[in-house]
């Protein structure tokens, strides 16, 4: 598709009066009553669409954007020279999607869970059950443009008389119209409530991540379909566990002694208690693996890990008797005294 500032010989940054004056010296050029090339004749249709666009700032600057064009060549050609005007356009519109935060718990992401959220969106109108109408009556064609939804005025401009096509305004470009609106919602076949949306939000689902729910949006206006629900997950900090991918990871507090001698312990996890072996000489910082106690793996089989970081606790309150029963175990290793070394060593006795 050409572009509609080369189609007119202007630059991006051209101003209305420059586009204007461009259009007007191509349409001296090309207009078909002056110009009987086929060819003249296609490249009018492209000017005449590219001033309709750039000529009004609005559809200049979607254009800009990169988004819609404007009406179709065709329907530009036919607005100016007596065509078949466009049909009428629906008056249904989508409804318009939604955005919703869900909070949830660590252990709700984890496994998954079913929620209950109550919204307050545009739902059917059941008065009239989406017609827009009064009960008893119903939409009759507009008697302006007899339901075709355009009304064509003849104009003068320096290229002569011209025909144009508009929206109807009496119906709004829609052919139709309600001599009797509902009461209940106005002639929009919509009204606002609260709902209860029921979410079924899945396993391994983290924070920050997006749910798309087709359909379940707000209802459109005049019948037109229901808009997108999607849902941002946010999860709230758990005190004990955190989550890395799809691992837990949590910290576990080991006595000095327990540390040197080794023990097991019984730790809580989200699936109960679960026993874990501490070996002797376990150091600060050491690793305990639980395999398939972590998350479950969002569309995807599977759960990741447990990892239990070991942190030594060391005494800082003794009484006589236990600083008396350190001291000899101390002089026990007497080549064993602070220094420095690797950050990598893990310095066992």
Do not use: W
């Amino acid at each position: 598709m050409s572009d509609h500032y080369e189609a007119l010989g202007v630059g991006r940054d051209a101003s209305q009066d420059e586009i204007k004056k461009a259009y007007r010296r191509l349409a001296r050029e090309l207009h078909p009553d002056v110009n009987p090339d086929p060819q003249a004749s296609e490249r009018f249709k492209l000017v005449t669409h590219a001033y309709e666009v750039l000529s009004d700032p609005n559809a200049r600057a979607d254009y800009d954007r990169g988004g819609a064009a404007g009406f179709g060549l065709g329907d530009i050609f036919e607005s100016f020279f007596g065509g078949s005007p466009r049909g009428p356009r629906s008056r249904a519109q989508r409804g318009q999607d939604a955005l919703l935060r869900v909070d949830l718990d660590l252990r709700e992401s984890v496994f998954g869970v079913q929620k209950t959220l109550t919204i307050d969106t545009a739902v059917l109108c059941d008065t009239c059950n989406g017609s827009c109408c009064k009960p008893g009556t119903g939409i009759k064609t507009c008697d302006v443009c007899r339901g075709s939804g355009q009304i064509q005025r003849q104009v003068q401009s320096f290229m002569g008389t011209m025909v144009t096509s508009a929206p109807c305004g009496s119906c709004r470009g829609t052919g139709e119209v309600i001599p009797d609106p509902c009461p209940s919602c106005r002639g929009q076949g919509r009204v606002r409530a609260r709902r209860d949306l029921e979410l079924e939000i899945p396993a391994g689902v983290s924070d920050g991540l997006r749910l798309h729910l087709p359909g379940q949006g707000e209802v459109g206006f005049a019948g037109g379909s229901n808009g997108d629900i999607y849902l941002e997950i946010s999860v709230r900090p758990d005190p004990v566990f955190a989550r890395e991918g799809d691992d837990l990871v949590a910290t576990l507090e080991v006595p000095m002694t327990d540390a040197a001698l080794g023990c097991e312990v019984m730790v809580e996890t989200f699936d109960g208690e679960r026993k874990v072996s501490i070996e002797a000489g376990a150091q600060h910082g050491d690793i305990i693996l639980l395999r398939g106690l972590g998350s479950a793996r969002l569309r995807s089989k599977g759960r990741g890990d447990l990892r239990l970081e070991i942190k030594i606790l060391t005494p800082s309150r003794l009484d006589s008797k236990q600083r008396k029963l350190l001291a000899e175990l101390r002089g026990m290793f007497k080549n064993d005294s602070p220094r420095l070394g690797s950050r990598r060593s893990r310095g066992r006795f």
